[in-house]
T-cell receptor, first 112, second 115 residues
Framework: KNQVEQSPQSLIILEGKNCTLQCNYTVSPFSNLRWYKQDTGRGPVSLTI?????NTKSNGRYTATLDADTKQSSLHITASQLSDSASYIC???????????FGKGNQVVVIP | DAGVIQSPRHEVTEMGQEVTLRCKPI?????LFWYRQTMMRGLELLIY????????DSGMPEDRFSAKMPNASFSTLKIQPSEPRDSAVYFC?????????????FGPGTRLLVL
């Protein structure tokens, strides 16, 4: 069973609307959680990195939240733009050995 | 800075052939990572170097895969012999240190197709 589960697998939203992506993990002990944006045919680009003590972090219109007690994170996209169409990957790092566990991504399509 | 540079961008080869993928990390970065991405398995970490030394190669699938980092500005990932199931996009990433909070910068990837 994958240690990082993302939902929904894919979604379509209208330009200008908001959306929220979910990431649930079972990695333990927890070190940090990262959200990446990956455009089609490109490498992933880091959006946010959060450690245990952080419960929210923003990067422009992207806001990530973390609840380390329930082992859940979300990525909120505000006022979506066509350029937000991409795959969003949640990556959790285990403490101690820095092993990484990857979600399979949320595929977002923004339509005009 | 040009970012992480990977070559070739695309590679098509026949089963059994040797494949060598190349990576130039961002100048000044001392950590380098090789990843593989497929539709079925998503993104997987293959190997991680820090200061040119392999720190964690537990993600390398089998002995057909090998990676080297002879100096701070160059790394290779070799598959010998290649098999159709190795078809994937291979990414190289670098970061300024091996610390847990450091951002990794990804290259554009090499799209490998093994026939």
């Amino acid at each position: 069973k994958n240690q990082v589960e993302q939902s929904p697998q894919s979604l379509i939203i209208l330009e200008g609307k908001n959306c929220t992506l979910q990431c649930n993990y079972t990695v333990s002990p927890f070190s940090n959680l990262r959200w990446y944006k990956q455009d089609t045919g490109r490498g992933p680009v880091s959006l946010t990195i959060m450690t245990f003590s952080e419960n929210t972090k923003s990067n422009g219109r992207y806001t990530a939240t973390l609840d380390a007690d329930t082992k859940q994170s979300s990525l909120h996209i505000t006022a979506s733009q066509l350029s937000d169409s991409a795959s969003y990957i949640c990556v959790v790092s285990a403490g101690g050995n820095n092993r990484l566990a990857f979600g399979k991504g949320n595929q977002v399509v923004v339509i005009p | 800075d040009a970012g992480v540079i990977q070559s070739p961008r695309h590679e098509v080869t026949e089963m059994g052939q040797e494949v060598t993928l190349r990576c130039k990390p961002i100048s000044g970065h001392n950590s380098l990572f090789w990843y593989r991405q497929t539709m079925m398995r998503g993104l997987e970490l293959l190997i991680y170097f820090n200061n040119n030394v392999p720190i964690d190669d537990s993600g390398m699938p089998e002995d057909r895969f090998s990676a080297k980092m002879p100096n701070a500005s160059f790394s290779t990932l070799k598959i010998q012999p290649s098999e159709p199931r190795d078809s994937a996009v291979y990414f190289c990433a670098s970061s300024s240190s091996g610390e847990y909070q450091e951002t990794q910068y990804f290259g554009p990837g090499t799209r490998l197709l093994v026939l």
